[in-house]
């Protein structure tokens, strides 16, 4: 039902940029809270960017904030992460999150989301 699948990463070089997108099976607008969080192996997921649909708003990671920005389209169901300057510890496998059932809690935690994509690989080279 509210399957989620991501597509954009790929490898760039230190300074460059990306646009990853994740394409929900249902309206944007029946997900409470929508998120990227990214993750490198042995580490915990981290939380990058979020969007509470309803009131459209947004949330950064402070290691982010002014470089990458979250958005949506409606009509394409799809939301997107714009990641810019990239730097090399930017790299990590990003995932799409979405909490349809209002779960509460930081947008930060894993806890809220009930869907997960299958994750799209970003390398950032020197």
């Known amino acids: 039902q509210g399957q989620l699948v991501e597509s954009g990463g790929g490898s760039v070089q230190a300074g460059g940029s990306l646009r990853l997108s994740c394409a929900a099976s249902?309206?944007?607008?029946?997900?409470?809270?929508m998120s990227w969080f990214r993750q490198i192996p042995g580490m915990e997921r981290e939380g990058v960017a979020a969007?509470?649909?309803?009131?459209?708003?947004?949330y950064y990671a402070d290691s982010v904030r002014g470089r990458f920005n979250i958005s949506r389209d409606d009509a394409e169901r799809t939301l997107y992460l714009h990641m810019s300057d990239l730097k090399p510890e930017d790299s990590a496998t990003y995932y799409c999150?979405?909490?349809?059932?209002?779960?509460?809690?930081?947008?930060?935690?894993?806890?809220?989301?009930?869907?997960w994509g299958q994750g799209t690989q970003v390398t950032v080279t020197v």
């Open positions: 969007l509470y649909t309803a009131i459209d708003t947004t």
């Open positions: 999150a979405a909490d349809s059932r209002a779960f509460g809690g930081a947008w930060t935690s894993e806890r809220p989301y009930n869907y």
């Open positions: 249902m309206d944007i607008s029946k997900y409470y809270l």
